[in-house]
C-alpha cells in the first residue's frame, strides 16, 4: 500500500515500557503526534478530560493487567463522544475466538504480535483511508453468525466487520511470507552447515585431520561428518602401477 500523507494524533495504550517506546519512536519517526498510556484505565482518563488533545487513531495491546484491550475497546465504541476514534488492537493471541472477541468489542483492525513496521504502518494508513467511508456506512449495524456450533450476534457495524476480517486475512499472508522466508533461511543455513571452510590441520605423513577436540581421524571420516559427500574406495593409476610390481615381486 502506498503511504499516506497525513498526520495524525495517535494514544497507544501499552503496558510493556520497552514496547511502549519502541512504537511511539516508530510512529514519531513517521511524523504522527503519539500520546502514549501505560493501561487502558489512564487511557479513558486521557479521552475524558476535555482538555487533552483529540487522538484520531487508538492502538491499543490486548494482554494488560486490570482492564483489558478488549474491555477498553468496548467502552470507547460505547462512547458516543469516542465511538469514531478508530481502534486497533495488537495482541500475541492468534486464535479465531479472539477475532471474535475482537469483532465484540467494536474494533476497527486486529494486528497479530510480533508484527513488521511497515505492516503496522500500512493498517494506520488503511484505517485513513477508510475513515470517511465508514463513518458514511454506520447505519448497517450487527451481522449473526454461527461458530462454534453457537450462534452469536456480532453488534458492530458492518464496514467494522469487514475491516476486521480483511485485516485478519492480511495478517495470515504477512505471517505466512514470514514463515516462508525462516524456512528459506533454515534450509540455506543447513545446506552451510555441511560445508568445510577455513584452515583444516591435516598431517603431512599419514594425512589424518585434527579436530576440534583435538583427536585425530582419518580424512575420509573427517570430510564425511562434516559434509554431504560420501565415498568409494579404487586406486589411481600411479598407486595400481605400483602395486601390481609389488605384486610382481
Known sequence: MERVNSKENILIVEDSPTQREKLKYLLETYGHSVI??????????YLNNK??????????????????GYELC???????????????LLTTLSEP?????????????FVIKPYSDDFLLSRIDYVVLNREFRRSHQTEMGLEIVFGGKKRYITSSRMQILDMLFSTYETIIQKNKELEKINRELREANEKVKTLSGLIPICAMCKKVRKDNGYWEQV???????????????????CASKLMKDFKK
Not at 502514549?36 to 482518563?45: C, F, G, M, P
Open 74 to 88: 468496548s467502552k470507547i465504541k460505547n462512547d458516543e463522544r469516542f465511538k469514531d476514534i478508530p481502534v486497533i
Open 220 to 238: 575420509e571420516r573427517f570430510i564425511a561428518d562434516h559434509s554431504n559427500a560420501s565415498f568409494t574406495h579404487s586406486y589411481c593409476p600411479e
Open 51 to 68: 482538555d487533552n488533545i483529540r487522538p484520531t487513531i487508538i492502538i491499543s495491546d490486548i494482554m494488560m493487567p486490570g482492564m483489558d
Open 97 to 109: 475466538e479472539d477475532v471474535l472477541k475482537g469483532l465484540d468489542s467494536g474494533a476497527d483492525n
Open 36 to 45: 502514549d498510556s501505560e493501561n487502558a484505565e489512564s487511557a479513558l482518563e
